[in-house]
Structures are given as C-alpha cells and as structure tokens.
C-alpha cells in the first residue's frame, strides 16, 4: 500500500457496523476493540480443508514473484495454464474469450470477454504487484572503509530502513546491455548463492548512535550491503567486484546504468504458528491481492454476462507513476483495443460509457491491529486479521457512493464471505491504493484489502482465512448482477 495518502479524512459510518452473523458484534477484548466473530469459527470441515490448502499454491506463487517483472511472468504462465492467450488480433474479442493483455512485462490486464458489450459494464479487480524494497543506483560499486565494497542504493517504498540491516538480501532484476542483450539476475535464492547484508554497528561500539530515533537509525545514504571483501594485488575490492560482474554477466560497466536491479529479502515463504493458521513472507503487500484477483479470474467458470478484470499494474509504492503504473494511460488504451474489436470504430464516447459503467474493487492490503501496539489502530473501525475482508472506509470524496458499497456488502452476505471494515485512527495514519487512478476515470471504485501484520516489514504475516475469504469475494463479485 502506497503511503503518499495518508492522514486521509475520516467520517465514521455507522450503518457498517449492522450485525450479521460473519462479523456479528460480540465480544470485546482487552484493547477496547469490539471484536467481531473470527472467520474461522464459522468454517465447516471441508471449507477448513480447502482453507489451507488455497495458502499452498499462493506460497508457491510468492516463491517465484519477487520482483513486478517476476511477478508478471509467473501470473502470465498460471494465465496460460488456465486457457489464456495473448490478445494480438480483434477476432479474438468474443463472448468466453479469455486473453492477457501485457504491458511492458510489468503490468498486466486480464480479461474474459462477457456476453454483453463491454461499453455497457464490467466487473474489474484491480491491484498492484509491486512491493517495498531496495533498488541499485546506475553506479552501484564503491569502496568503503574496512576493506570492504558496498552497493550504493535507493530505498523504494514506505519501509522502516533498520528492519533491513543485518538481514540476508537477494539481488533481482534484469540487465539490458546496450549491444542489444537481455540478462535476468537472481543471485541469493539458489543454494549456495551469496547474499548481500546490510552492516548494523555493533552494542560496543554504537555510543555515538544511540540518539538517533526510531525512523533515523539508518539514513537513505547507509542503506548499503556488502557486495565483496577481497582485493587484488593491484586492485580495490571495488575493482574486483566489477571484474566479477564483467565476467559472469559478460557486461560492461555502462551497462549497469540501464539496469533494473533491487535487493529482496533472501527469505521464503512460510507458515507462521504452531497452528499455520498464517502465512508469512516478504511482498505480501501487495502481491498478495494480485495473487487473489487473477487466481479467482482464472477460476472463473463459463462465460460472465458482464467482462471481467483483472488488472495488475507496478508503481503503486512510489505514486502509481511512469508508464506501467495505474497513473498510465495503459488501462485507456486496452479498453479502447476491445471495444473496437467489439463495433468498430471505438469512439471516444464509447471508451468514457464503458470506464463509466464498470464497477471495480481496488484491492490492497491494509495494516491489521498489531496486537503488541493496539493503540496505533481505532478500536471499533480496524481490521483484525482472521476477521475477513476489509471494506475500507477512508471518509468522504474517498469513498464510493453508498449504493455500491451497500451491493458489495449484499453479496458478501449472500455468499457468507466474512468481512470487516476498515479506517485508519484519525491523524495516526492511512494509506491509499490505485482507487483513486481509476475514480478519475470516472469508475464505480470501492477500496477493499484483508489485514496484514507487520506491514511493509521484511516479513509480513496474513491470515489464511482472510486469504481464502478474498478469493471467494472477488470470484463472487466477477459475475455480479
């Protein structure tokens, strides 16, 4: 979730809270919260079953997703295996058709082409793929006191930078050679790789940093791993590192200019608690909802009466910016591609009746009450993980119109999907997704998510039941009448 919007405006809206039984108001614990039914206690047997075993295919899933770019080739191969193909040719714009259209390997939009014509509506999920982590500068190898190399790096996304020191890193990413060669990098995850580790200073040494606070322990310009500690006779360690990447990648020097390398955390996927009742990994924010909404668009069964959307966009963590980011005019055009395969021609009218008509959940996960700091969160109004999905209420020009919203929560009640509603504690925090890129567009968008905790941290936790609660909704809300 992307942190420019925060200390979003709050108006509390009481008709949410209205009793059903998957989030009937029963309890309070010892934080104050008035606690809602977990969703767990209302699975049968079988739904417990098929609970945990949707966590094992998204691990896997998250295993091989750990950059956008990775991202999209993994949901792309998963896309494939369920019956889609790449839209090249407007004869492919039938009713039950089922196409991905890419853009640029870091962005996606999936579609299966309803028996209405898309001008008249469309059910879309939308979600972003990328997630906080460390990109390389265009010259990343230098020299450092301590006879050491360290890479020069940029912090991407909200993350608290100490939470990074210490901390076994992989590198990802691609490099682009200016002769024309393309080189994928993944250096940490194989056994036996190296990894690249941030250097915390030791408790006997660190008198003249113990003043720092909480968010200032590492500065922007110290967020830098080790990459090498042996030098040449006649060479710096720097020199040998760069002769090392010459050689194994057969690059030069400029080439690195052109490079998309990030550091992820060199960890995988796992489940968390005697129970495993949660799952726990790096990038869950938010590939998690990215997971979630082409998974159940893939599942999809039959022809929908109204085209439905999945779409995966990058750059939510910075802004939603550049030309891969919801803020592109990506989505305009993919709209326009279809319905010109529809009637020709696509004319402008026809594109702005289809976005107006087409009702969309923007999907990101949102920070759960952390239950070692439940005052960060408003009692009444925060998600808890294992509650269900998040309906997030930001407070008004935020919002959607309380008809849509007041559907949405009509079939999560029809379909027994439990749900919990979601505010952020009024000058405490926030957050945003890429709603507000598609409102602009003049789209029907409400703001859901599930709860994580740790939260933009190098490991987050989500619940298992909220996990599969998502997925049935967004199944759910595909073919929605």
């Known amino acids: 979730m992307h942190l420019a919007r ?18 009937a108001k029963d309890a309070e614990n010892d934080a104050g919260k008035v606690a809602a039914k977990s969703a767990w206690l209302a699975l ?32 792309t191969r998963l896309a494939r295996s369920a019956g889609f193909e790449e839209f090249t040719s407007p004869s492919q714009v039938k009713a039950g058709a089922r196409l991905i259209l890419p853009n640029r390997g870091r962005a996606l939009l999936f579609a299966i ?42 912090p991407y996304g909200g993350i608290k930078r100490y939470q990074w020191a210490n901390l076994p890193m992989a590198l990802v990413g691609r490099i682009d050679t200016v002769d024309g060669r393309h080189i994928d990098v993944n250096i940490g995850f194989a056994p036996g790789d190296p990894v690249f580790v941030i250097p915390d200073a030791a408790p006997h040494s660190d008198r003249l940093l113990r003043n720092r606070t909480y968010t200032e322990i590492f500065s922007g310009e110290e967020m830098n791993p080790v990459v090498g500690s042996i030098p040449g006779l006649d060479a710096s360690v720097a020199d040998q ?26 960890t995988q996927p796992a489940d968390v608690g005697i129970d495993g009742g949660l799952v726990g990994s790096w990038g869950q ?19 929908p009466r109204k085209t439905a959307f999945a779409y995966i966009s990058n750059f939510e963590e910075v802004g939603s910016s550049n030309d891969t980011g919801a803020g592109s005019q990506f ?58 999905v998040a309906i997030k209420r930001y407070g008004a020009g935020f919002d959607p119109n309380s008809e849509f919203t007041a559907r949405i929560l009509h079939l999560l009640d029809a379909n027994h999907i439990a749900w919990q509603t979601q505010t952020p504690k009024v000058d405490v925090g926030g957050g945003g997704t890429i709603g507000g890129f598609l409102s602009m567009r003049n789209m029907e968008v409400l703001d859901v ?15 298992k039941v909220d996990l599969w609660s998502y997925y049935r909704f967004m199944l759910a809300f595909y073919t929605m009448e």
């Not at 739904?47 to 091989?64: M, N, V, W």
């Not at 014509?117 to 190898?141: W, Y």
């Not at 194994?248 to 550091?263: C, G, M, T």
């Not at 594109?351 to 759960?368: C, F, Q």
């Open 6 to 23: 925060a200390l979003l405006p709050v108006a509390l809206v009481c008709a949410l809270s209205t009793a059903t039984p998957a989030h």
């Open 44 to 75: 049968t047997p079988d739904e417990r079953t098929a609970t945990f075993a949707f966590s094992d295919p998204f691990k896997d899933y998250l295993r091989h997703a750990k950059s956008a770019a990775l991202s999209a080739a993994e949901l």
């Open 241 to 266: 590192v760069m002769t090392a990447l010459r050689q194994r990648f057969k690059i030069h020097d400029e080439d690195l200019v052109a490079a998309e390398l990030e550091l992820v955390p060199a």
């Open 113 to 154: 082409i309803g028996s209405d014509p898309i001008e008249t509506g469309s059910r879309m999920v939308a979600a972003h793929q990328d997630s906080p982590h460390i990109n390389l500068k265009a010259r990343p190898v230098v020299n450092a006191p301590g006879s050491v190399a360290l890479l020069k790096t940029i």
């Open 331 to 388: 989505l305009d055009s993919a709209f326009t591609a279809l319905i010109d395969a529809q009637a020709k021609p696509a004319t402008a009218l026809a594109v702005r009746n289809a976005l107006a008509h087409a009702e969309v959940l923007s999907a990101d996960t949102n920070d759960g009450v952390n239950p070692i700091f439940p005052q960060n969160s408003e009692n009444s109004n925060a998600a808890v993980v294992g509650f269900g």
């Open 285 to 303: 924010d938010d590939k998690l909802s990215a997971y979630s909404a082409s998974r159940s668009l893939f599942d999809l069964k039959g022809t």
């Open 449 to 463: 998510g599930i709860p994580l905790l740790s939260m933009h941290s190098t490991y987050e936790m989500s619940s």
